[in-house]
């Protein structure tokens, strides 16, 4: 039996970021990958805004060009409304090569990392354990902690692109009869066209790659199926962040614990900042013994600074018919909604907003 202080369970962005933290801070830490290669089973779409391209260190020669124009497209495909930022807004990483790196960062730091290993495992105990494992997480079930309730799924292809004249741009399409309760969309950055799309599962009307083929047939400028060089996808919790996601022997990160904006569906710049206030509040638990600190943790907290989201990801899942959606539109034209739109795409605020906690509950040395 190895005993180990801190078990992380999956070895995504979010786990793998915990547990190189918590190891530059001394604590043994051994992360567990049932999966036996990091290539395989890539499930985001590895869109980075740009409030984490500020915040964190990211391999520039892993992200594509910068991204500064959005549309939004209606279920016709007519007149899109066009949002052009001052700033470079997102920019799409090849998320092997993200993991790959992260990888790499958190042995370096000490951490050590087992691919094929299933959890749980009668041959590991830990002191503690950080559930990294996926919108339909084990460790949750586990630890008695709370469980993703509402998913949508997506899948996403990736063509290369040839000399392109437009700008980089980030496509959103609009229609249930597609993607119903979000969005299809296409990000041509001039390197690579990322197209996809997601929905709630009980509506969708065909298996998702055929709803994503007929999407790419009807819009114009897709790269011909000739074949992908990447295809991914999988379920996407849209609840918020769970009320119930830490307990004296573990809590959860990343979409285990439902850190997806409802609106958007992103998760990469949540999955960081959570798993920063994790390795923080595990740290001082681990050396403290004090399990009041695990409130500073809290899901219920988190889940209330988003509510006008969650009631946005409602009315964007009523939305049943093309023609409502269509009739949408004619607000998003006008200034007020234009300026919604920016704000929600463009917006300086993340998701979930974790410095503040950070600062009052800062990582003991």
């Given amino acids: ?49 740009r409030r984490t391209l500020e915040d964190f260190a990211l391999p520039d020669d892993l992200l594509g060009p910068a991204v500064r124009r959005v549309l939004l497209h209606p279920p016709s495909l007519r007149a899109p409304v066009e949002l052009v930022s001052s700033r ?38 830990a002191r503690f354990t950080i559930g990294a494992d996926g919108a339909r997480s084990t460790v949750a079930r586990r630890l008695g ?22 700008a980089p741009t980030f496509h959103c399409v609009l229609d249930p009869r597609l993607a119903p309760g979000y969005l299809a969309w296409v990000v041509d950055d001039g390197q690579h066209a990322h197209v996809g799309l997601a929905g709630r599962p009980d509506r969708l009307t065909a298996p998702l790659p055929r709803l994503l083929r007929s999407f790419a047939d009807r819009f114009p400028g897709v790269p011909s199926p000739a074949g992908p060089i990447r295809r991914r996808g999988g379920p996407i919790p849209v609840g918020g962040v769970l009320r119930r996601i830490v307990c004296t022997e573990g809590l959860l990160v ?4 439902g850190a997806v904006s409802p609106l958007t569906a992103g998760g990469l710049d949540p999955c960081l900042r959570m798993s920063e206030l994790a390795a923080a509040v595990t740290g001082d638990y681990l050396r403290t013994g004090d399990a009041s600190v695990l409130r500073h943790y809290d899901g219920a907290a988190l889940r209330a600074r988003f509510r006008i989201r969650l009631l946005l990801r409602d009315v964007l899942s009523w939305a049943k018919e093309p023609a409502a959606t269509e009739a949408a539109f004619s607000v998003l034209r006008t200034p007020l909604g234009r300026a919604a739109a920016a704000r929600v795409l463009f917006g300086d605020g993340s998701f979930p907003d974790t410095r503040h906690s950070m600062t009052r509950h800062p990582m003991s040395a």
Wanted: glycine share 10%; proline share 2%.
């Fill in 88 to 125: 470079d807004e997102y920019r799409v990483a090849d998320m092997a090569g993200i993991y790959a790196h992260a990888l790499s960062q958190a042995r370096r730091a000490g951490v050590r990392v087992r691919l094929g290993v299933s959890y749980p495992s009668n041959d590991i105990r």
């Fill in 254 to 257: 990343g979409d285990a614990a």
């Fill in 1 to 49: 039996m190895e005993t180990v202080d801190v078990l992380v369970v999956g070895a995504g962005l979010a786990g793998l970021h915990a547990a190189r933290l918590l190891a530059l801070r001394g604590f043994d830490v051994l992360v567990c990958e049932r999966r036996t290669n990091l290539d395989i089973g890539i499930r985001t779409t590895g869109i980075f805004v």
């Fill in 145 to 166: 902690l709370d469980v993703n309730q509402r998913l949508i799924i997506g899948v996403e292809e990736v063509f290369p692109v040839g000399t392109s004249t437009s």
